[in-house]
């Protein structure tokens, strides 16, 4: 292992490359538990690539793709796209493919059939690819939708969300996992607002940190995040979006899938001087993207999650 900051073993620290690693991450993930497909010729790429075929514990169908002539260490190059070829028995059975990328976001892969061979085309492969194919039967079920917008309330509303996860830049969680769910903080860094003079109703209730001084997650055009959940079931993600410095600011924010299927869910917010909830019921993975649309900046006070079931501490849209 390397690591960023600290010996392990009798290796010194390398941050360079241990940020090579972080890379790959991603693609890793997927192959946690795998099983090697054995059949003689199932598996074949174009290219100056090399590639084999894998079946991890869900049932997808996984091909780590990478590069002979690419590196991550040899910036510089550019993409080409790649075609991989299966031969396997259940091929006609796979409907849904998409590419994970080491150096950039998933991406909905190609796939179509030719005689008994089944092809996946990902346009964007540059140093390691990772295309996943399953059936549309397995695609798992991502849906959003807005059920509440609250610009009354101030930061008060806090002790009524945040039951299942609650991150609040520089208090709680950072980037962790909280009760099976899981967030990514894709862009977007902490910053601490002046502390205000005396009392101020915008402001978040820290049960841990009662003086807290107030933060957000900030971008200078846009924030991005990933909401993971630890199963199929419906949940509420609401998030607190707050014009600390009264300076105009107007957000964007869109919510979608790594799978397209969802389309993108767009919500505009303009009165954020006094702070503003949004609540919508999701199911699935979702990134969650808030896009400066006036003002000086994108910012992001905290994001919460709780049971679908919870309606009564959610107020209507106003």
Not at 290 to 311: C, I, M, Q, R, W
Request: glycine letters at 10%; one cysteine or more; charged letters at 20%.
């Amino acid at each position: 292992m390397i690591a960023h900051q600290f010996p392990i073993s009798q290796q010194a620290p390398d941050p360079r490359a241990a940020d090579f690693l972080e890379l790959y991450s991603a693609l890793f993930d997927t192959l946690l538990g795998k099983e090697q497909v054995l059949l003689p010729h199932c598996v074949e790429v174009s290219g100056a690539n090399d590639a084999n075929l894998f079946v991890n514990p869900r049932g997808n169908y996984v091909v780590p793709i990478t590069s002979r002539t690419r590196f991550v260490s040899r910036p510089g190059h550019g993409t080409e796209a790649v075609a991989v070829t299966l031969r396997i028995p259940d091929a006609g059975k796979l409907s849904w493919a998409h590419a994970i990328s080491a150096e950039g976001p998933y991406y909905p892969a190609r796939i179509s059939m030719h005689g008994e061979e089944l092809r996946i085309s990902a346009d964007g492969h540059d140093t390691a690819t990772m295309p996943l194919i399953w059936s549309v039967a397995d695609l798992p079920a991502v849906t959003a939708r807005l059920e509440a917008r609250d610009t009354r309330s101030g930061g008060g509303r806090r002790n009524r969300v945040g039951s299942r996860g609650a991150w609040i830049p520089g208090i709680d969680g950072g980037e962790s996992t909280q009760n099976g769910f899981h967030l990514e903080i894709l862009k977007g860094e902490v910053f601490r607002w002046p502390a205000p003079r005396g009392t101020d109703f915008r402001l978040l209730d820290h049960p841990q940190e009662p003086n807290a001084q107030p933060t957000c997650w900030f971008a200078s055009d846009r924030l991005s995040f990933r909401i993971e959940p630890p199963d199929p079931e419906g949940y509420r993600l609401t998030l607190y979006v707050l014009d600390y410095d009264r300076d105009g600011r107007a957000l964007e924010i869109a919510l979608s899938d790594d799978f397209a299927s969802l389309g993108t869910e767009r919500v505009s917010v303009t009165e954020m001087g006094g702070g503003a909830w949004l609540t919508w019921i999701a199911t699935g993975t979702l990134n969650v993207e808030l896009k400066k649309t006036a003002g000086h900046n994108a910012v992001l006070s905290g994001l919460f999650v709780d049971p679908a079931a919870e309606k009564g501490k959610f107020v209507p849209q106003n």
